[in-house]
């Protein structure tokens, strides 16, 4: 359910509501959109309708209505306009398309300074890089570990570029976040419940990218246990599925985009890189994503694709990155958004 406050309902009004639905043991979380508060109350639904419901007559309380979706926290309905993610002072879900822009990997310091350098000058926002790895197979290259951190963090400092990077295990959170203003759960973990709710449970904002079979009710859920645990900070990323389609490493499923801004106020980005894994085919889904309606795109550069350890078929060069970002301005205006 959730508890719709009045327009100008005051806090010693909103403290009420949630010290009443408190004692009804349900969770509240206080929600505040522009022109209006909701209290969402999630908990055990057996009779939730009857015991809330009188809440309507309560001082500046407007209406109490039930979350229809099983996402309580992430449906559009709790908040109509949408969210915003602010990350190292960058805000993702507003006008600007945000784009982060790195390597798969973090493999020495010249590399990533250079990929730095280059995200940099073409206009990127955040920069990315994986420090730790989840590889196919336990014999290819893991990531340089906390050692990469350093590093990524070292370069993306000094070119004035917030951080985002993978976090793989829980026992790490604390480490990764001392280096990095985002952290990403990735495809292979987006169902790790466990490490979902520990993320919860911190001041950093998390990409959560959809599991490559992953449903979208799925990932919304799987957000959901991001929210629940109280951490509001959570964009989401379409970085393509497994189908019978073989000729590209994903299928890149950008019906998503549309219906994800229907059905949950969560920014959401898409990754192409993934999403095709051949680097030609980067740019024009890119392209795609935006006139689809995503607030941001995540995209592999490394300054020497050919030598990369992970993922170089699907890592631009910068000279590529800086022909799809040049290619970007239009079509985000043409959408009515900028870069
Ligand atoms: C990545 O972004 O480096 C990555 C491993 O992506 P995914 O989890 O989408 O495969
Ligand atoms: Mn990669």
Redesign the pocket.
């Known amino acids: 359910m959730i508890v719709v406050m009045r327009p100008r309902a005051g806090e010693a009004e909103i403290a009420n509501v949630v010290r009443m639905v408190e004692a009804l043991d349900y969770r509240a979380h206080v929600i505040r959109g522009v022109e209006r508060t909701v209290v969402a109350c999630v908990g055990d639904e057996r009779g939730e309708g009857h015991s809330l419901a009188h809440l309507e007559s309560v001082a500046g309380v407007e209406r109490v209505m039930p979350v229809l979706r099983p996402y309580k926290l992430a449906s559009r309905e709790v908040r109509p306009e949408g969210s915003r993610v602010t990350v190292g002072g960058v805000e993702i879900g507003g006008r600007r398309i945000v784009v982060m822009g790195g390597p798969?990997a973090v493999e020495s310091a010249a590399q990533v300074e250079g990929a730095a350098d280059a995200v940099k000058r073409a206009g990127a926002h955040l920069m990315r890089g994986?420090a730790y790895?989840?590889r196919t197979s336990p014999y290819s290259f893991q990531g340089m570990e906390d050692r990469g951190l350093t590093l990524l963090e070292t370069a993306a400092r000094r070119a004035g570029l917030p951080v985002v990077t993978?976090i793989m295990d829980a026992q790490d959170i604390d480490l990764v976040a001392e280096h990095a203003d985002m952290l990403?759960v990735?495809?292979?973990n987006a169902q790790n419940f466990s490490l979902l709710r520990r993320l919860g449970r911190i001041r950093k904002p998390v990409l959560l990218?959809r599991g490559m079979a992953t449903r979208l009710d799925e990932f919304l859920m799987a957000a959901e246990y991001i929210l629940s645990e109280g951490n509001p900070d959570v964009v989401l990323c379409e970085?393509g599925i497994r189908t019978f389609e073989t000729a590209t490493r994903n299928t890149l499923d950008l019906n998503a985009v549309p219906l994800l801004k229907q059905w949950t106020h969560l920014p959401v980005i898409v990754?192409p890189s993934?999403g095709t894994g051949v680097w030609s085919l980067v740019e024009p889904m890119a392209l795609a994503a935006v006139a689809a309606g995503a607030d941001g795109l995540?995209i592999e550069v490394h300054p020497d694709p050919a030598a990369a350890l992970s993922d170089g078929p699907q890592q631009l060069t910068p000279a590529s990155f800086a022909h799809l970002m040049a290619a970007l301005g239009p079509v985000a205006e043409a959408v009515g958004r900028s870069l």
């Open positions: 798969c994986g790895k989840p993978e990403q990735g495809a292979r990218k970085r990754d993934h995540l």
